[in-house]
């Protein structure tokens, strides 16, 4: 069969409407969407490795993150456990766990799955002790 056949036996107005329905000032595009079923037919395999890819990484970014407030959780555990020592501190020091709090609580407010009940005390702790050494003046 001829391109001259198929544009005279009906092909050629079926080419035509879908070029005429690609011009329309409305929003249908079947050439579009034919080259992209037929795009994602042979990619088919390169999206699936990329979905597993996604996967991975979002995994890989859940566990860097989990790891990094379990960082902020240990800081102020240990500066709190210092706390309880009697371990003085110099202002600068309390701002800086004071930021780890900050980061602390802001991942666990956003990941409420996150077990955030561990340092509870330990920052009322630090916030009591703070207060008192800024009332009295008597930082390190």
């Known amino acids: 069969m001829s391109i001259q056949e198929l544009l005279t036996g009906g092909g050629g107005l079926v080419v035509l409407a879908l070029t005429v329905i690609?011009?329309?000032?409305v929003k249908i595009n079947p050439w579009s969407a034919i080259a992209k079923a037929i795009g994602r037919a042979i990619n088919a395999e390169v999206l699936a490795e990329l979905e597993r890819t996604r996967i991975k990484l979002?995994?890989?970014?859940?566990?860097?993150?989990?790891?990094?407030?379990?960082?902020?959780?240990?800081?102020?555990?240990?500066f709190n456990q210092e706390l309880i020592r009697q371990?003085?501190?110099?202002?600068?020091?309390?701002?800086?766990?004071?930021?780890?709090?900050?980061?602390?609580?802001?991942?666990?407010?956003?990941?409420?799955?996150?077990?955030?009940?561990?340092?509870?005390?330990?920052?009322?702790?630090?916030g009591r002790v703070y207060d008192d050494r800024l009332q009295k003046h008597d930082f390190l």
Do not use: G, W
Request: net charge negative; with cysteine; charged share 30%.
């Open 22 to 25: 690609q011009v329309a000032p």
């Open 87 to 126: 371990i003085p501190h110099t202002r600068e020091e309390f701002i800086e766990v004071l930021t780890e709090i900050d980061r602390y609580q802001q991942f666990c407010r956003e990941h409420p799955e996150y077990p955030n009940s561990r340092a509870t005390h330990a920052i009322a702790n630090i």
């Open 58 to 78: 979002d995994n890989h970014i859940k566990t860097d993150d989990e790891r990094a407030a379990d960082m902020h959780r240990a800081r102020i555990l240990r």
